[in-house]
């Protein structure tokens, strides 16, 4: 893996164990509590930034590596307002259907799939030569690179981060 990407997939993950232990920290019956009925409780929160990186991960598992070398990263209008809307977080933003996490979800199952998630980012990191190797063609956001795909992440977490919690 390029030095670069292993930074950016290290401090991810530093990230994402800090949140699970922020959604601890609270008592119990906070963890899963729904501040109204059209927000996510902590737990949701964790299980949809897994569910939203596994199906980004698993869009990647799509295109092969010598399929991706001959391609150039070509993000769209989509993915570059939603990055930046992610990183502003001074909004509510809708939530795509297949990333709501289902009713129920606990919060071990939260981490353990943010953490295969997180496996196969690092699969998927590990064979890209720089960080604009293109590693992804995925509807709506485009062909995007390595370093495309951890902005996204890296816009998402923030987004959540800045409005825990929920």
Same mark, same amino acid.
Request: hydrophobic content about 45%; proline content about 4%.
């Given at each position: 893996m390029h030095l670069q990407l292993r930074n950016r997939f290290e401090a991810l993950?530093?990230?994402?164990?800090?949140?699970?232990?922020r959604?601890?920290?609270?008592?119990?019956?906070?963890q899963s509590h729904r501040p109204s009925p059209n927000?996510?409780?902590?737990?949701?929160?964790?299980m949809h930034l897994a569910l939203s990186q596994r199906a980004s991960t698993e869009a990647a598992k799509k295109l092969r590596p010598e399929t991706a070398k001959a391609m150039h990263p070509r993000p769209t209008f989509l993915y570059?307002?939603?990055v930046a809307n992610l990183k502003a977080a001074n909004r509510w933003l809708p939530t795509f259907g297949a990333r =709501?996490? !289902?009713?129920?979800?606990? /919060? #071990?199952?939260?981490?353990?799939t943010w953490?295969?998630?997180?496996?196969?980012?690092?699969?998927?990191l590990e064979w890209a030569e720089h960080p604009q190797s293109v590693v992804t063609k995925e509807f709506p956001?485009? =062909?995007? !690179?390595a370093?495309?795909? /951890? #902005?996204?992440?890296?816009?998402?977490?923030?987004?959540?981060?800045?409005?825990f919690p929920v």
């Open positions: 993950e530093e990230r994402k164990k800090a949140f699970i232990a959604i601890k920290a609270l008592p119990v019956e906070a927000r996510f409780s902590p737990v949701e929160v964790a570059k307002q939603t =709501v996490p !289902s009713a129920g979800s606990t /919060l #071990d199952q939260a981490e353990q953490d295969w998630a997180q496996s196969d980012l690092k699969s998927l956001f485009g =062909v995007l !690179s370093a495309q795909l /951890l #902005d996204l992440f890296d816009a998402h977490l923030h987004y959540h981060e800045a409005r």
